[in-house]
């Protein structure tokens, strides 16, 4: 065999290792049971609404070493979400909201990771509300775990106008702006 047949073979098997200890380095992560999405808006008085939802389904493949490579999907079934007055639940739900007869979930699904300093990123994506999707962007903090190497830590938020996705009607000065919240963590799959 000639040499520089032999360094062929050498480049080949030396990047098909390299994609292989890639590939084992990434990881497919599933959130928490203690981990939950909210969401709140401000009223005009001192007020807020929120719900919650501790029943997010989620996918994350997320490797450190090239995290412009992540991906994040999240759906929130809409009839998970209780409130911090519970009397609204039936309202929120209703037609002029969520619509959640119809609507049954809530769903992002990223379309780009952007690292902005260690352990932070901007997570774009789209987010479908109402059967209306539309690009959000979210501010998230995802660290590794101190205590357990197969945890990530994560804080996500990011904010939408309620009318963007058909929520138009107003019942008791009720804000346009919407705070969404993911608090948690991340486990290995």
Do not use: C
């Amino acid at each position: 065999m000639s040499a520089e047949k032999k360094i062929l073979r050498g480049i080949v098997a030396g990047l098909a290792a390299f994609g292989l200890q890639t590939q084992l380095h990434a990881q497919n992560w599933i959130l928490t049971e203690d981990s939950f999405v909210s969401f709140n808006i401000k009223t005009v008085g001192l007020s807020v609404v929120q719900g919650v939802s501790v029943q997010p389904q989620s996918r994350l493949y997320f490797d450190m070493r090239t995290p412009q490579n992540a991906w994040v999907q999240v759906n929130v079934p809409a009839s998970s979400l209780k409130f911090s007055n519970p009397v609204l639940k039936p309202m929120i739900l209703g037609e002029s909201f969520f619509d959640a007869a119809q609507f049954k979930n809530v769903s992002f699904k990223s379309t780009e990771f952007v690292p902005q300093n260690q352990d932070r990123y901007w997570v774009y994506g789209d987010l479908t509300l109402r059967g209306v999707t539309r690009p959000v962007t979210f501010d998230v903090l995802l660290r590794p775990n101190a205590a357990n190497t197969k945890l990530l830590d994560v804080q996500a938020a990011g904010t939408i106008n309620r009318s963007d996705f058909g929520m138009k009607k107003s019942f008791g000065d009720v804000g346009e702006k919407v705070h969404i919240q993911l608090i948690g963590q991340w486990q290995i799959k």
